[in-house]
């Protein structure tokens, strides 16, 4: 057999037709305004947002192993910002929430400075004593209400447009732009050479540096992107919910606890497992939710067990039985007539 | 002298900070686990305490002696049970689970006792007082940090001048040779994260007389200890007393510049020692 009987390609058939059927899907999203009720909408918006927030998660632990329990310090910080700059700022809430990104890229900074210097498992906690700080600080700020909060005053949320239906289908479509933009983003990430790198990093540290990559550097951008990005996600958050306080902004277990479960259980490391992972996620919160405390524990049970038994979570057991990949990231050699056939 | 009072009650404070962080500088040291639901089993501890209390009518010093044997054996089981499988290289299972014991024993304490804050009830002992030098410490506060010099002491001891401790050690050094020398490490580390709830329950009992206590608190007990381990430097027992120290006194100090600056000061502390000593103040050296 010759070289010249092979060849090298990056999609496959399942990419295609999952390329197709996403772009259906998302066409039917876009429309949902049009079709869904007013709270299918908001749970398909807050889903999301999830989403969002789970994909960006995975970039940093999946990839870059920056697993962080404190990413509610970003999701809190867009949240304030877009108040605070709507509020005291007077820019409307859509130029806001750009800024919150900008901003939190520009906070993050001195943060990664700072945290970095821990490893493992000692960082995770480092960044929760980070969002402890960014919690307590703006609880400090009585003109956002201090510790209790405050809410978006009627004239911010009535400049956003006319009506309440026209203001609900733009956050929502905020929301699922939000969405489509850090499943691509993270997508083109890792096909460029910076995921390249990203990549060998995650799958031996030692020897990706031997082959000149600049590990503190890789890592330190993925923070800083990722932190940018969820700033903007946490002000899409507080659009939607209208209200904040430092408790439910820099909650821990609403931020963090279920994102780390929704990666987990869909399967990290890929970008496939948080989009599974949320639609179970939610899935399970919709049928399970009137039990309360108890849908809770059944969650951390689900998630303990996945940790366990499959920790590559759900895509990665039928990634290994079907040898499928929606979205291509690698290479592959085929035979030249298998593609013809 | 005010600031003089401020330094001195930060010190006590310190040494129920110092017991918050014993248990989890042990597990550290001997396994590299970093368990999440510390400060939710420090919050299990006190729920257990104050059962006991209610339920035999004795005093919260008494239910010691229900609750340490209580969360050694939970410790015990735990670890065998479930957290031995997530140790390796990897350090993701062991964060994920332990994070999943955490939101899991939350909510069954919701569950069980409501989010209503609860405290027990020590009787004199919470606001006894004696003065000395003009200052006027309260009996507690003094009992606290006594115990927890107490409790460091003790597992110093353990350590290195135990059997036990020095199957601690050769499994921290090396698990594979530790096991060749007829060590079960399965077994040891089940016997380690025994004694970290063993301190937790030490640490449970004296929070919940000192404070009152919801299940949400767990995470906020977690990063204290946390705090004190990183300020002390990893691996010396020792500097986690002089970190839960620091901490405390950073945060008194902070209280009476501003009441609302006591926990930021306490962070801003950590953050700078941090940023200085990455270290802590007093790692121990290696070699």
């Known amino acids: 057999m010759s070289v010249s009987g092979y060849h090298v390609t990056r999609t496959s ?29 908001r749970l398909i918006g807050e889903l999301c947002l999830y989403l969002a927030l789970a994909s960006l998660w995975n970039l940093m632990a999946g990839y870059a192993g920056l697993v962080s329990v404190g990413q509610q310090a970003y999701v809190g910080f867009g949240g304030y910002m877009l108040f605070a700059l709507t509020i005291f700022g007077g820019l409307n809430p859509i130029q806001a929430i750009v800024i919150a990104g900008v901003l939190g890229a520009a906070v993050s900074v001195p943060v990664a400075a700072l945290i970095f210097r821990l490893r493992g498992a000692y960082f995770a906690i480092g960044t929760w004593v980070m969002a402890e700080v960014f919690r307590l600080s703006f609880a400090q700020v009585s003109a956002l209400g201090g510790g209790s909060g405050t809410s978006l005053p009627t004239g911010i949320v009535r400049s956003l447009a006319d009506g309440r239906s026209a203001r609900e289908a733009l956050a929502y479509w905020l929301a699922l732009g939000m969405a489509v933009l850090v499943v691509a983003a993270v997508y083109l990430f890792l096909r460029s050479r910076k995921g390249l790198a990203l990549t060998a990093i995650r799958d031996n540290e030692l020897a990706a540096a031997s082959l000149g990559i600049d590990i503190w550097k890789t890592k330190f951008l993925v923070y800083v992107v990722t932190s940018a990005l969820t700033a903007m996600v946490g002000g899409l958050i507080f659009l939607q919910k209208l209200r904040i306080s430092p408790d439910a902004a820099f909650s821990v277990n609403d931020w963090t606890a279920f994102v780390i479960f929704i990666v987990v259980i869909g399967g990290i490391g890929t970008i496939e497992g948080p989009i ?54 690698g290479y592959r050699v085929r035979h030249k007539q298998q593609k013809g056939a | 002298m005010d600031w003089v009072n401020a330094i001195v009650q930060g010190t006590l404070l ?32 006190a729920y257990l305490g104050l059962t006991t209390t209610v339920a035999l009518g004795i005093h919260p010093l008494v239910a010691l002696l229900v609750v340490i044997p209580a969360m050694a054996g939970i410790g015990y089981v735990l670890q065998r049970a ?25 909510n069954a304490l919701l569950e069980g006792f409501s989010a209503d804050p609860q405290k027990m009830d020590a009787g004199a002992l919470e606001t006894a007082s004696f003065g000395l030098g003009g200052l006027s410490l309260g009996v507690l506060p003094v009992l606290t940090f006594a115990v927890a010099v107490m409790v460091i002491a003790g597992l110093q001891w353990v350590f290195y001048h135990t059997a036990l401790g020095r199957a601690f050690r050769a499994t921290s050094d090396n698990q594979d040779i530790a096991q060749l020398m007829g060590l079960n490490k399965a077994h040891v580390f089940g016997l380690a994260m025994a004694l970290s709830l063993a301190v937790v329950a030490i640490a449970g009992i004296f929070l919940g007389i000192r404070t009152s206590f919801d299940p949400s608190i767990g995470g906020g007990r977690l990063v204290f200890g946390f705090e004190a381990v990183i300020i002390g430097g990893l691996g010396n027992l020792w500097g986690t007393l002089a970190g839960g120290v620091i901490l405390g006194v950073a945060q008194t100090v902070g209280a009476k510049i ?19 000593r990455p270290n802590g103040l007093f790692p121990r050296v290696d070699g």
């Open chain 1, 13 to 41: 058939r399942a990419a295609q037709a999952a390329a197709v059927l996403g772009a259906i899907a998302l066409v039917i999203l876009i429309a949902a305004p049009w079709w869904a009720g007013r709270a299918d909408l």
């Open chain 1, 276 to 329: 599974i992972g949320t639609l179970v996620f939610f899935a399970l919160r919709e049928t399970l939710a009137d039990l309360g405390t108890i849908y809770l524990m059944i969650l951390g049970l689900v998630a303990i067990v996945v940790m366990l038994k499959a920790p590559r979570g759900i895509w990665g057991l039928i990634r290994s039985r079907f040898d499928l990949e929606l979205f291509p990231l």
């Open chain 2, 14 to 45: 310190g040494g129920l900070y110092a017991l918050f962080a014993a248990g989890l500088s042990l597990i550290f040291g001997v396994m590299r686990l970093v368990n999440i639901a510390h400060g939710d089993l420090i919050v299990l501890a």
């Open chain 2, 82 to 106: 479930v957290l031995n499988q997530t140790l390796g290289d990897d350090i993701l299972p062991p964060l994920l689970v332990t994070f999943g014991l955490s939101v899991i024993i939350q």
């Open chain 2, 258 to 276: 501003d009441p609302g600056w006591q926990l930021l000061a306490g962070h801003l502390v950590f953050l700078l020692i941090l940023a200085v």
